[in-house]
């Protein structure tokens, strides 16, 4: 409340957006891919959010839902880089299948007191849950692969 800077929280929902929503990531991602958007998230968590501003709380509000966000896509970068293949609305160009025996798996994202996150993939304890697979295969994409 006491910043007085040029960036309002709607300009950094604007600058995740352009990021986030381009077709090359939001669709189809791949290592690379995956990179270059963290790089650009990074690059908005150094230059707009220590310039953000709120002229009155309801303007704070939306300024820490935007900081949050921000750190929330920094983490799905994180990991949809971890996950080398592709599954449900996760599709990979890359890792262009599902892969049922190597990555019937959750990516546990942990941050630690210090602030660095820490990555885990644990299997999927199926001896909890009634429903479990039949078999574990890598199955190709059903859907056509852009050229990067």
């Not at 295969?137 to 056509?144: A, N």
């Amino acid at each position: 409340l006491t910043r007085r800077g040029p960036i309002r929280p709607s300009d950094v929902w604007a600058a995740i957006g352009e990021v986030t929503c381009e077709t090359s990531f939001a669709l189809f991602k791949d290592a690379k891919r995956i990179a270059q958007t963290r790089g650009a998230i990074r690059a908005i968590c150094e230059q707009l959010l220590p310039r953000m501003s709120a002229p009155d709380p309801h303007e704070l509000t939306k300024a820490l839902e935007a900081r949050s966000y921000v750190e929330m896509v920094e983490l799905c970068c994180l990991a949809y880089d971890v996950r080398q293949e592709s599954r449900g609305e996760h599709f990979r160009a890359d890792f262009p299948y599902r892969d049922d025996v190597q990555w019937l798996r959750w990516v546990v994202l942990r941050k630690g007191g210090n602030g660095e996150v820490t990555v885990s993939t644990p299997p999927v304890p199926f001896d909890r849950y009634p429903l479990r697979p039949e078999k574990r295969e890598r199955i190709p994409s059903p859907f056509p692969i852009p050229r990067s």
